[in-house]
C-alpha cells in the first residue's frame, strides 16, 4: 500500500489541522486561540475561556452572561441519574465513576447525536459543562458517604461546584473568594492543549459518528492514566511515599535514575516542553499564595520544591530535558483546598472539557475529516496452514 512510515506514540506525525491551541515547546508558549496562557490565567475566567475556544473569539459580555445563565439552567441531573451512583461500589475511583456517568448521560440524551446540527451541539455542550461538575461532586460525597446537595444556581459555576463538593445539609456554605479565584485560575491552564492523548481520544471517537457524551466519557477514561492526568493524583502519591518512607529525596531521585522498578519522577517530563512547562511555572507561583492565602501549612510542598530543586541541577534530567509539568504542584494545591487525593484527576477533566468539546466541534465541521484509521506494520507469520486432524 505504499506504506512507509512507522511512529510509535505519534511523535512525528500530525493527525489533523487546528486553529484552537498553539504550543512551542522549545519556548515553553502557549496560547489558546491567540492569547497567551499568561494573560487568560490572569484576567479571564473558566465559561469565558471555553467560549473562546469553543467558538474561536471571546463573548461578548451579552453573550457569556447568556452561556453563564444557559449552564446554571442546567446543572441538575435526573433523579434517576442520581440513584446510578448508589449501584457503585464507595471505594469506586471517583474518575470511573465520572466517566460511567457521562456515558450513562447519552442514554438521557439520545437525541443529541447529529453533529452538524450545531444548536444541537450548543445544548449537548452546555449540558456537559453544567452537568460534569454535578456529576465529580457526587463522586466526591459518595466516596466520603455524604448527601448530595442540589446545586445553587445563584452560585457562580466555580462557587457551586466547590459548595456541592463541601457543602452539608447542615449549615449555610461560606463562599471563601481566595479558593474560588484559585481553583478557576486552575482550570483555565487545563482548558486545552491541543492533540494531547485524551483530547485525541475524543476526536478518534468522535471520527467515527459517536455522540458527544460517548466522545467525552472516553477521553475521560484517556485522562485517567498516569502518563496523562492522573499524573496529579501519582505526584501526591509519590510525595506522601518519600515522606512516609524517610528514604530522602536524593535517595529516590537516585532510584528514578537507575529506573529501578520503572520509578518515574512523576509530573516531570513532557512530549512537547523540552524547556519548561508554561502552566508549571503558573501554577508553582500560585502553590505558595494560595496556601498561605487558606492557612495551609504543607510539608509536602517543601517536598516537592527540594525534588524540583535537585532533579533540575541533575544530568540525567537535564541530559532528558525533563522539567516540572502541569501536574507537579496542582496536587498539593487541591490537598490544601481540601480535595482527596482521587479527585485530582477529576478536576483535570472538569478543567480538560471545553477543550476536548471544542476539539469535536471542530473536527466535525472540517470537511476534510475522516474516520481515524491508524495504519500498522504486520510482523507476524506469514501464510500457515492449519493441521489437518
Ligand atoms: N522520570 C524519569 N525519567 C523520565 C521521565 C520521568 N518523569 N520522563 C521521561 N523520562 C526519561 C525516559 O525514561 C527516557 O529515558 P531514556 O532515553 O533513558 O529511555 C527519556 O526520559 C525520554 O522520555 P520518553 O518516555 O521517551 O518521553 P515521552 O515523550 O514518550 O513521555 C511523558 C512523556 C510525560 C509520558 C513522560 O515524561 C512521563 O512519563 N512523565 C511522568 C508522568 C507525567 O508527569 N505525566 C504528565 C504529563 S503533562 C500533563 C498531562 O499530559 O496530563
Known sequence: ??????????????????????????????????????????????????????????????????FDEKIRRHTLLHEDLKRFFSALPHTAH????????????????????DPHDLDHVELTMVRLLAKLPVIAAYAHKKSIGQAFLYPDNSLSFVDNFLRLNFGNMAEPYEIDPTLSKALDRLLILHEDHEQNASTSTVRLVGSTGANLYASISAGIQALSGPLHGGANEAVLQMLARIRDSGE????FVERVKNKEDGVKLMG?????????????????????????????????LDLAKELEQIALEDDYFKERRLYPNVDFYTGVIYKAMGFPTRMFTVLFAIGRLPGWMAHWREMNLDPQTKIGRPQQLYIGEPTRTYPSA
Open 94 to 113: 471517583p474518575m470511573s465513576v465520572l466517566s460511567s456517568a457521562v456515558s450513562a448521560l447519552s442514554t438521557y440524551y439520545e437525541d443529541s447525536s
Open 268 to 300: 516531570f517530563g513532557h512530549r512537547v516542553y523540552k524547556n519548561y512547562d508554561p502552566r508549571a511555572r503558573l501554577v508553582k507561583e500560585s502553590a505558595d499564595e494560595v496556601l498561605a492565602g487558606l492557612g495551609v501549612n504543607d510539608p509536602l
Open 248 to 251: 530522602g529525596v536524593t535517595k
Open 1 to 66: 500500500t505504499g506504506l512507509t512510515a512507522l511512529d510509535y506514540g505519534f511523535v512525528n506525525t500530525a493527525s489533523t489541522q487546528s486553529k484552537i491551541t498553539y504550543i512551542d515547546g522549545e519556548q515553553g508558549i502557549l496560547r489558546y486561540r491567540g492569547y497567551p496562557i499568561e494573560q487568560l490565567a490572569e484576567q479571564s475566567t473558566y465559561l469565558e475561556v471555553a467560549w473562546l475556544l469553543i467558538y474561536g473569539t471571546l463573548p461578548s459580555t451579552d453573550q457569556l452572561a447568556e
